[in-house]
């Protein structure tokens, strides 16, 4: 093969500026498809975790507290320290905290027949426990105790359990003369309970807000 014939097959072989040009513009597009998939997945992932996420752990907040609150039943109400109003059946009460954890506020206060995982009997006593609705700085709990002594000293230990770091607001709604009014704390001046309270969730800037109804629990009577 002679020089120029060479030199031929290498010019040949070479990108031209318009192949250069090209592969570049359609390099740059797949880069754009490419960025675009990644923000659409940020925004999915994004979505996922501060709705969806947030969603499921209110709805099941929500279900727990239902069904908490619709099992309610006292073996011995003597057992609560100090209570407001309650039905008359008293299966659920306002009532103020233990002694030991004592404040001026009173609290929804549930009773508790089973033991259930969220509330372990460490030393397999028995099941029972009074458990009161309390938000705080660490969110919804639960602080409880059981019905019976748990040391042969007749002491009963106070327990808290956190049930969502997201819950901010605790809102109890009275129905006043076909009137709603809210209430951030229980009304001590009613004679009656409220009829539903108000979870409001919130996490990352997103807020939920999930309603309990107390109908067909509470009959807005006074505790004997």
Same mark, same amino acid.
């Given at each position: 093969?002679?020089?120029? /014939?060479? #030199? ?5 072989? $070479? ?5 250069? !040009?090209? %592969? ?52 011995? /109400?003597? #057992? ?5 109003? $309650? ?5 659920? !009460?306002? %009532? ?129």
């Amino acid at each position: 093969m002679n020089a120029s /014939a060479r #030199k031929k097959n290498k010019a040949r072989s $070479a990108f031209t500026l318009v192949e250069t !040009v090209m %592969a570049i513009a359609v390099s740059s597009i797949v880069m754009l498809g490419c960025c675009a998939l990644m923000f659409d997945m940020v925004n999915i992932l994004e979505f996922f975790e501060r709705g969806w996420t947030l969603r499921g752990h209110a709805d099941g907040v929500e279900k727990f507290l239902r069904s908490m609150a619709m099992s309610s039943r006292f073996t011995d /109400a003597s #057992k609560i320290e100090e209570t407001l109003t $309650a039905n008359s059946s008293g299966t659920v !009460v306002v %009532a103020k905290l233990p002694e030991d954890v004592r404040t001026m506020q009173y609290y929804l206060c549930f009773g508790v027949q089973e033991d259930i995982p969220f509330l372990p009997a460490f030393r397999e006593l028995s099941p029972e426990k009074i458990c009161y609705l309390v938000l705080d700085d660490e969110g919804l709990s639960i602080v409880w105790q059981f019905a019976n002594p748990e040391d042969e000293d007749g002491e009963r230990a106070v327990f808290k359990s956190v049930v969502s770091r997201w819950v901010k607001e605790l809102v109890y709604i009275y129905s006043d003369d076909d009137n709603w009014e809210e209430e951030r704390e229980i009304d001590t001046s009613r004679q009656s309970m409220p009829s539903y309270i108000k979870l409001i969730f919130e996490r990352k800037g997103e807020k939920i807000e999930r309603i309990i109804s107390l109908s067909g629990m509470l009959d807005f009577q006074i505790a004997k």
